[in-house]
């Protein structure tokens, strides 16, 4: 019974552990003192900083990155929200900055259009591929059985190597 405690107190521990690991990284990037008074604003620049890239990770929203550069984008996307900019005018206004790569999902564009264009042309090409592998499985020719004379040789080739 005690093993079987201790057994149980050990996988207990090694789980709690790992519970830092299962909560969202969000929880710990935005920092309290970032963080707007007025409840709707607060919502406005969390939405907004759901779809800006943190340019220090690349591939998290700044929301979620805890990158000292992510950090300032928050507090500037509050503070011109509390400057009274909309939406649209503080997405600008961070293009303006650092280009579109600051947007998650940049708009379709003349120069966006490989980003947006290579996911759909790789599925494509896929496709192509298996259907021609698919055409060429069926048109394998069928087997030709052996004449006697192959038949003979290979009884003899198999009885020179010992093989039955």
């Not at 069926?138 to 290979?154: D, M, S």
Request: proline residues 7%.
């Amino acid at each position: 019974m005690r093993r079987a405690l201790k057994k149980y107190v050990q996988i207990l521990f090694v789980m709690a552990a790992f519970v830092p690991l299962l909560v969202p990284s969000a929880v710990f990037a935005v920092e309290p003192d970032e963080m707007l008074s007025d409840p709707a604003l607060e919502a406005r620049a969390r939405a907004l900083s759901q779809g800006l890239r943190c340019l220090v990770c690349q591939n998290e929203s700044i929301d979620d990155s805890a990158a000292p550069l992510a950090h300032d984008i928050r507090v500037l996307v509050r503070e011109r929200i509390k400057a009274g900019d909309s939406d649209q005018q503080v997405i600008n206004f961070l293009v303006a900055r650092y280009g579109e790569f600051v947007l998650l999902k940049p708009p379709l564009s003349w120069h966006t259009a490989a980003l947006w264009g290579f996911p759909p042309g790789l599925l494509l090409i896929g496709v192509v591929v298996m259907i021609v592998m698919a055409r060429r499985r069926t048109n394998v020719p069928a087997t030709v059985a052996l004449t006697p004379v192959e038949e003979a040789r290979v009884e003899e080739l198999l009885r020179r190597e010992g093989l039955p």
